[in-house]
């Protein structure tokens, strides 16, 4: 079983950076696709970008395309999302979540097999 640890979460203000970091443990992720997702206050947990297994190929929501990059070492069995010109509607919860299916470029939460606790980002304005 795969356990994923999401890290770098902070307070940060509006323009600034992020880089969020998801480590996995217990078996590697090499062969998984990863994805991370968000959660605002009130708000619906939504998709914001994913990565396969290779790293060769990304897929990005709308709303963060051009700010937000995700990335992979798999060798170091992380995955990370960096964050850049930061916005006050980034707050959230950012989770990442692994998806046995490599290749996969899903939106879908259920399609994804295992997730981590969530790490807070807090954008002031």
């Known amino acids: 079983q795969v356990q994923l640890v999401e890290s770098g979460g902070r307070l940060v203000q509006a323009g600034g950076s992020l880089r969020l970091s998801c480590a996995a443990s217990?078996?590697?992720?090499?062969?998984?696709?990863i994805g991370w997702f968000r959660q605002a206050p009130g708000k619906e947990r939504e998709f914001v970008a994913a990565?396969?297994?290779?790293?060769?190929?990304?897929a990005y929501a709308d709303s963060v395309k051009g700010r937000f990059t995700i990335s992979r070492d798999n060798p170091k069995n992380t995955v990370y999302l960096q964050i850049d010109g930061l916005k006050p509607d980034d707050t959230s919860v950012y989770y990442c979540?692994?998806?046995?299916?490599?290749?996969?470029?899903?939106?879908?939460?259920?399609?994804?097999?295992?997730w981590g606790q969530g790490t807070q980002v807090t954008v002031s304005s």
């Open positions: 979540a692994g998806n046995s299916r490599g290749v996969s470029l899903s939106q879908r939460e259920h399609e994804y097999n295992y």
């Open positions: 217990g078996r590697t992720i090499s062969g998984y696709a």
């Open positions: 990565i396969t297994w290779t790293g060769r190929n990304a």
